[in-house]
């Protein structure tokens, strides 16, 4: 099995199989990539398919253009999937079904979200305590579409003691690829992902006979060199990345051994993703999106040398002033 990131990875479905470009994946991440944020990572290069954020199903389908708001227009060179949350398997054939006219390539299914909110109302990890349900989704999301279909999920809820039985359930029920976020539900993101369990999932899959189901490893991706360490160490067919995306939207080139941002380019990103935001949004939404990618930003170095700017940043209520800044510093390095 390839541990080069940089080497093309395929899907199969029912009836349509996807190819990425590369083994390097956008996470999902609710509040932060939406179209806007996914496009622009597209523009920078270096990423191989990327996730909308999750859509979740309640009491009923999720009607077409709803989805079409998340996904936005597909993209051709960088395949974008369609991800579905729920508790159970009602609506899940319908909302899929009325997904399928937006052509998104495939859908993945959300087995991973911590939020209590979600958790309280027996979806995302909380499926993780009832793998026959899990099982019921993927097997249902399967025959709804002829598209393959993935799952992302953590490695258990308060342990990692059914990661095995969790892992084969996917497989075994026609997930496509399987997303292993390598922390518990009751992991903080502090706490260092346990990349242990990624090759214990990966030496499940290959004895059971799946090895031919991709295993896509997600957590403590903190640089450019630790995506092809965690695949050579744990055997994961790709890496899927989400804050450290959120801190230097070339990580994925980096990853793949092409150059990092200058800091005029990381400045340049904040405000072209400012400015794309502004194109249809209020100033307050732009600002806001700013400050919950300033609370990681480092692209290109910035921060790094004035530490103290980006507090006073994340306390401004002027985005002029968040604008002014990387205006600056676009101008002193470019």
Not at 109 to 129: I, Q
């Amino acid at each position: 099995m390839s541990t080069d990131p940089g080497q093309p990875l395929t899907i199969r479905g029912r009836e349509a199989d996807v190819v990425f470009p590369n083994r390097l994946f956008l996470a999902p991440m609710e509040g932060i990539t939406d179209q806007v944020f996914r496009d622009l990572m597209i523009g920078v290069g270096g990423l191989g398919g990327a996730i909308t954020e999750f859509i979740r199903i309640s009491v009923n389908p999720i009607p077409r253009k709803v989805v079409a708001k998340y996904l936005g227009p597909v993209r051709g060179v960088v395949p974008v999937g369609i991800q579905f949350m729920a508790a159970d398997t009602e609506h899940l054939a319908q909302s899929i079904a009325n997904a399928e006219p937006l052509g998104a390539p495939w859908y993945d299914l959300n087995f991973g979200c911590p939020a209590p909110v979600v958790f309280n109302k027996c979806a995302g990890s909380a499926l993780l305590d009832h793998p026959d349900r899990m099982v019921a989704m993927i097997g249902t999301a399967v025959q709804a579409t002829g598209r393959p279909v993935s799952a992302k999920m953590r490695a258990g809820v308060r342990d990692p003691g059914r990661l095995r039985e969790l892992v084969l359930a996917a497989a075994q029920a026609g997930a496509a690829m399987i997303t292993l976020h390598a922390r518990l539900r009751t992991t903080s993101y502090e706490e260092p992902a346990t990349w242990s369990w990624i090759a214990e999932a990966r030496a499940a899959l290959d004895s059971a006979g799946y090895g031919h189901v991709p295993l896509v490893g997600n957590g403590s991706i903190a640089e450019a060199g630790d995506a092809r360490r965690m695949m050579e160490t744990t055997g994961c067919s790709a890496v899927m990345i989400g804050r450290a995306a959120l801190a230097d939207p070339w990580i994925f080139r980096s990853s793949l051994g092409r150059p990092t941002a200058t800091r005029a380019e990381g400045a340049a990103f904040a405000l072209g993703y400012a400015a794309t935001i502004l194109a249809d949004r209020p100033p307050i939404v732009a600002l806001k999106k700013l400050k919950q990618m300033l609370r990681w930003y480092r692209c290109g170095g910035l921060f790094l040398d004035c530490p103290e700017d980006r507090q006073i940043l994340l306390r401004s209520t002027d985005l002029e002033v968040v604008l002014d800044w990387f205006r600056e510093q676009a101008r002193i390095s470019g």
